[in-house]
């Protein structure tokens, strides 16, 4: 049943079904993210606090691989969703959009600037990072309403039967 969920777009789930899959996909962004951290060798403490910005920019790169590395299945659910709620499919990228652009700005650098903290230079949000932090806020809370809150719609639609078998 899990499988089926995060590797069709087609059909409809109710809100359970979704939040069952957030939860497997949450457990397996932890089991991804600790592995590639492992790898990239972003669980110890850097000896010189210099290297603090180098590994904030690495774990940019980690954070937008775990992103790729679960996006197709995260999407699937996502449209299974919209689907069931008779919602156009492209929310499902607005929904993806400021996260995304915000970490593809942090890995080049253009959403952060580094602070001068106690000799430690540590990257902070600059305008367009806080613009693009708010945003992904914002449209976080509009897609937990959406997919994970709102009833379906009653009956069935142009996706298919009510998963809740409602005539």
Same mark, same amino acid.
Do not use: C
């Given at each position: ?11 409809? /789930? ?79 990228? /607005? ?49 937990? /309403?959406?997919?994970? /809150? ?18």
């Amino acid at each position: 049943m899990i499988m089926s969920l995060l590797t069709s777009f087609d059909g409809r /789930i109710n809100r359970a079904k979704w939040w069952l899959g957030s939860l497997v996909l949450a457990v397996a962004a932890i089991v991804i993210y600790l592995v590639l951290a492992a790898i990239f060798g972003l669980l110890s403490v850097p000896a010189d606090p210099a290297q603090i910005a180098s590994m904030m920019r690495t774990g940019a790169i980690v954070q937008l691989l775990l992103v790729a590395i679960l996006a197709y299945p995260t999407t699937a659910l996502m449209i299974k969703r919209l689907n069931d709620r008779d919602r156009p499919r492209y929310f499902a990228y /607005i929904f993806w959009a400021p996260s995304i652009l915000s970490l593809v700005g942090g890995v080049l650098g253009i959403t952060q600037t580094t602070v001068d903290m106690g000799g430690i230079p540590m990257p902070t949000p600059n305008g367009l990072g806080y613009v693009l932090l708010v945003a992904s806020f914002v449209v976080g809370i509009w897609a937990l /309403i959406e997919l994970g /809150i709102l009833k379906g719609t009653e009956g069935p639609n142009q996706h298919g039967p009510d998963p809740l078998g409602a005539v």
